[in-house]
């Protein structure tokens, strides 16, 4: 069973720095494509960006590049998303997505508050 | 990148009535397109991947088809647990891309 376990909620302050993480299990980590899905507060889903563990190749959605940056250590099953400085407007919830042929396994979210 | 409009942005509709939601994609996606169902407070759950294959444990009631740019899902009887956002989910270039959601509400 594909199963994706994300790092737990944060709260932060505006400016500071940021790494929230997603473990795969039950799958082949090095065979799907995994990314990051942006939900903001009562709002609708946006793909942040995506990453092939295999070799890191890296895509970004065009509103994310260079606001985020998205890694991923095949050894251990786990993809990251980091943040340098936090706004605001950061505060959603944000989901990991293991990819392939049109089949998306999801993450249980990890909620990301950024108040001063 | 490719552009995913979904249609309508909400509707309204009673139990046992047939739904229909459409997604069109900016340029031809094959048939690389998910559709996913949303309950608050929840990850969005995979109802139907390669624009028309039913999903294990799916009720029947769900289908999706299309092909290209144009694709419809379609609930035959809705029931109270229906009831949720739905999103389409292009993968044909990554990054994928979703379609803006559909609010499916109580009448």
């Known amino acids: 069973e594909v199963q994706l376990v994300q790092s737990g909620a944060e709260v932060k302050k505006p400016g500071e720095s940021l790494k929230i993480s997603c473990k795969g299990s039950?799958?082949?980590?090095?065979?799907?494509?995994i990314g990051w899905v942006r939900q903001l507060p009562g709002k609708g889903l946006e793909w942040m960006a995506i990453?092939?563990?295999?070799?890191?190749?890296?895509r970004y959605s065009p509103s994310f590049q260079g606001q985020v940056t998205i890694s991923a250590d095949k050894s251990i099953s786990t993809a990251n998303l980091q943040w340098n400085s936090l706004k605001a407007s950061d505060t959603a919830i944000y989901y990991c997505?293991?990819?392939?042929?049109?089949?998306?396994?999801w993450g249980q979210g990890t909620l990301v508050t950024v108040s001063s | 990148a490719i552009q995913m409009t979904q249609s309508p942005s909400s509707l309204s509709a009673s139990l046992g009535d047939r739904v229909t939601i459409t997604c069109r994609a900016s340029q031809g996606i094959r048939n690389d397109l998910g559709w996913y169902q949303q309950k608050p407070g929840k990850a969005p759950k995979l109802l139907i991947s390669?624009?028309?294959t039913l999903e294990s444990g799916v009720p029947s009631r769900f289908s999706g088809s299309g092909s290209g740019t144009d694709f419809t899902l379609t609930i035959s009887s809705l029931q109270p647990e229906d009831f949720a956002t739905y999103y389409c989910?292009?993968?044909?270039?990554?990054?994928?891309?979703f379609g803006q959601g559909t609010k499916v509400e109580i009448k």
């Open positions: 990453i092939y563990p295999a070799d890191s190749e890296t």
């Open positions: 039950g799958f082949q980590f090095t065979s799907y494509w």
């Open positions: 997505v293991a990819i392939t042929g049109s089949r998306g396994y």
């Open positions: 989910l292009q993968d044909y270039i990554y990054p994928p891309t």
């Open positions: 390669a624009a028309s």
